[in-house]
C-alpha cells in the first residue's frame, strides 16, 4: 500500500510513500471509510492540526471549507500538482448522521482521485474527502468524513 503526501499551493505530487502499518474501524455495521496511515521515516510536511471537536457542530453549515485531492475532472487524466477549491457546508440529502459532514458549490466537484484529501475549517482538519461511489462521481454534492467522530479512536491507535 502506498500514499501520496502533499500540500497546497503549488507542490509537486511526491512518489508514493510505502505504509509501515494501517488501522481501518472495524465496524460490521458501517463502512467508515477512514484509515490511520504510519509511515516508515517523518515527513517534512508540517501537518494540518486535528479538529477542536469541544463545541457542536463543529463545521456548522453554511461554513465554507477548503478541500484537496487530486482527482481529475471528467475525460481528463489525474492531476500531478494537488488541486484545492473551496465549498459551503450543506445538509446530506441521504447520509445525514454524526459520522459525515456534506459540502456544495456551483463549479466545485469532487471526482475519483479526491478521496482521502483533506477537508480544512479555520485551519484544522475537520474531514476526510469520502469514496465516491460510480454512480456519483463529478456530481457538485460531496460527502465528507467527520474526524471529530473519530478523535478517541485516532487517540487510542496514536496518542494524539
Not at 494501517?22 to 521515516?41: A, K, V
Not at 494540518?48 to 478541500?67: E, F, R, Y
Not at 465549498?87 to 456544495?104: A, H, I, L, S, W
Request: proline content about 9%; overall charge positive.
Amino acid at each position: 500500500m502506498t500514499a501520496h503526501l502533499s500540500v497546497h499551493p503549488g507542490n509537486n505530487r511526491q512518489p508514493g510513500v510505502a505504509i509501515t502499518r494501517h488501522e481501518t474501524r472495524p465496524d460490521p455495521n458501517r463502512d467508515h471509510d477512514i484509515m490511520l496511515l504510519e509511515l516508515p521515516n517523518p515527513t517534512r510536511i508540517t501537518p494540518v492540526p486535528l479538529p477542536d471537536c469541544q463545541n457542536q457542530p463543529t463545521v456548522p453549515l453554511g461554513a465554507t471549507v477548503q478541500i484537496a485531492g487530486y482527482g481529475p475532472k471528467p475525460g481528463e487524466r489525474p492531476s500531478d500538482t494537488l488541486q484545492c477549491a473551496y465549498t459551503e457546508v450543506v445538509r446530506c440529502t441521504d447520509q445525514n448522521d454524526q459520522f459525515r459532514f456534506c459540502g456544495q458549490r456551483n463549479g466545485v466537484a469532487l471526482c475519483s482521485g479526491d478521496s482521502g484529501g483533506g477537508v480544512v475549517y479555520n485551519g484544522r482538519i475537520y474531514g476526510i474527502i469520502r469514496g465516491l461511489d460510480r454512480t456519483n462521481i463529478c456530481t457538485e454534492k460531496s460527502a465528507f468524513v467527520n474526524v471529530c467522530s473519530y478523535r478517541k479512536w485516532i487517540n487510542n491507535i496514536t496518542g494524539l
